[in-house]
Structures are given as C-alpha cells and as structure tokens.
C-alpha cells in the first residue's frame, strides 16, 4: 500500500507534463532514490556520444561508394544545386560526414564542387534544433529562411 500511494502520489504531482519537463519515470526514480534529483538529460551530449559510435560502425567501402556516386551525378549536373532534406537530423552527423569526412577511419568527404548546397534540417527536438542551428553557421552556412522553430532553411554559398 506504500509503494502504490508513493507511485499514485509521484504521478499526481510530478509526472510528464509537469513545468520541470520530467518524465514520470525519472520522477519515479528520484522518489525512490534511484537518481539524483539534480541529474539533467542532454539530448546534445548523448546524441554527441551516439555519433561518435555510430561513426566507428560505418561501413568504409559502403560510405565512400555513396559519396562517389553523389560526386558523379554533382559532375554529370553541375549547374545543379545539392538539395539535402534531413529529418531528424539530431546534431547533423550525417552531414558532418558529408562535408567533412572521418580521416581517420578512412571515410571520405565530398570534394569542394561549384556547387550550392542547399540544407534543409528538420528537428523537432527544440534542444537538437538549437545546436543545429550552431552547428551549421560555425560550418559557413548562412539562413536562407526559418520557417518554424524546428524548421530551417540554410545555404551553404562556398561550395
């Protein structure tokens, strides 16, 4: 009976929804000691260390396939734009790869085209969205429109 009014109690008060943005499952945790009332989740840092691995997954050979593939068609269209329409873009690791590549592990980037690179993000994760925002303008790109809070428009003219 304890353990069931704590848990009613927990979620009358302190559930998802609540002006603290906590899920009712990290309240539960917190009520039972289970986590630090302090503790913050950050989609940013996890998503940070998410990409890190998923960079060491990456197939090499699958990776720069498709970065030769996508050179191609930029040579055979060169007055063509590169549209790039990313939802769920989280932190634009992708793209990052894109534009960057990973020396490291071998994975190639695209060479520097005459090309515009018109980037689309959407993120509906309003945190996500902000360090895109970051991200993007630190990498040259410029806002081309805002359409939403989630949703950008930006151009990326030195390509």
Known sequence: ??????????????????????????????EFGLLDPSFEFSQVKYLDSKNEVDRRA??????????????????????????IVDLGAGLLSILDLMLHGNYERGLKSLSPQS???????????????????????????????QISETETVYLDEKR
Request: net charge negative; hydrophobic share 35%.
């Open 115 to 145: 090309q515009t690179v018109q980037y689309t993000a959407y993120e509906s994760n309003r945190e996500l969205n902000e360090a895109c925002h970051e991200r993007l303008l630190s990498w040259g790109f410029d806002v081309v429109e």
């Open 58 to 83: 990456i197939h090499v050979e699958t990776w720069n396939k498709v970065i030769a593939e996508m050179e191609q068609t930029l040579e055979n269209q060169p007055q063509t734009p590169l549209w």
């Open 1 to 30: 009976p304890d353990l069931v009014r704590r848990i009613h109690r927990v979620n009358s008060i302190g559930g998802a929804g609540t002006v603290d943005h906590k899920t009712l499952v990290q309240s539960l945790l917190e």
